[in-house]
């Protein structure tokens, strides 16, 4: 288990999670492009209105952009590795802006979030700064989709840090503030089948205005 130790600590972790993402995007995106996460995809989209607008955070290779345009919703698509940006665009066709969650400034402009594996890579001291800037962006009602690793507490592990959560620890950082209610949580399988034996604990929740 890594234990924190400042602020310091916490930005060498961050430089170094999207300096690893930057130096193996090519990889990493050939590795998950194929994942089929429709299971996820439906519970989120089936809360959402036609043709929504979705802010794909943390898109990665732009899998899920790709198939939320292909179902007739609008996407924006953002991430912190400039090199993971270059491949999403070539994959999904469009401009996909290098962007880190706490630069996000819109205000109530999103039906929807999709934070897949992306929010897992944010400090537990972090997240609700970035569960608060989620919320701004977000319309009255808008929905939140979030995945984690299933496991406990904060660790660097193979040249990235990981936030891990269990089901009730995960639904109490999200709720902690009051900004969100709870729509589902459940634990999934990594449908890579290499990574089956390491399940996943995903949320959705709904903006509650304050």
């Given at each position: 288990m890594y234990?924190?130790?400042?602020?310091?600590?916490?930005?060498?972790?961050?430089?170094?999670?999207?300096?690893?993402?930057?130096?193996?995007?090519?990889?990493?995106?050939?590795?998950?492009?194929g994942a089929d996460m429709s299971f996820c995809q439906n519970a989120f989209l089936k809360y959402l209105p036609e043709h929504a607008l979705i802010l794909d955070a943390g898109c990665g290779s732009g899998r899920d952009s790709r198939i939320f345009m292909e179902k007739g919703y609008?996407?924006?698509?953002?991430?912190?590795?400039?090199?993971?940006?270059?491949?999403?665009?070539?994959?999904?066709?469009?401009?996909?802006?290098?962007?880190?969650?706490?630069?996000?400034?819109?205000?109530?402009?999103?039906?929807?979030?999709?934070a897949c594996a992306s929010l897992l890579h944010v400090t537990r001291r972090e997240l609700p700064a970035v569960l608060g800037n989620f919320h701004r962006a977000l319309k009255s009602g808008g929905m939140l989709y979030a995945s984690f690793k299933y496991g406990v507490?904060?660790?660097?592990?193979?040249?990235?840090?990981?936030?891990?959560?269990?089901?009730?620890?995960?639904?109490?950082?999200?709720?902690?503030?009051?900004?969100?209610?709870?729509v589902e949580s459940f634990e999934t399988e990594d449908v890579r089948p290499d990574y089956k034996e390491k399940p996943w604990v995903n949320i959705i929740v709904r903006k509650i205005c304050v």
């Open positions: 234990k924190m130790s400042g602020k310091k600590e916490e930005s060498r972790l961050k430089e170094q999670t999207i300096e690893y993402y930057n130096q193996y995007a090519e990889q990493f995106a050939e590795r998950t492009a609008q996407v924006c698509a953002i991430d912190a590795s400039e090199e993971m940006c270059r491949v999403a665009e070539r994959r999904i066709g469009r401009p996909v802006q290098c962007m880190r969650f706490e630069e996000l400034a819109w205000r109530e402009h999103f039906d929807g979030i999709w507490g904060e660790e660097e592990r193979l040249g990235r840090f990981f936030n891990d959560y269990r089901i009730g620890e995960l639904e109490e950082a999200f709720l902690q503030d009051g900004l969100f209610s709870l």
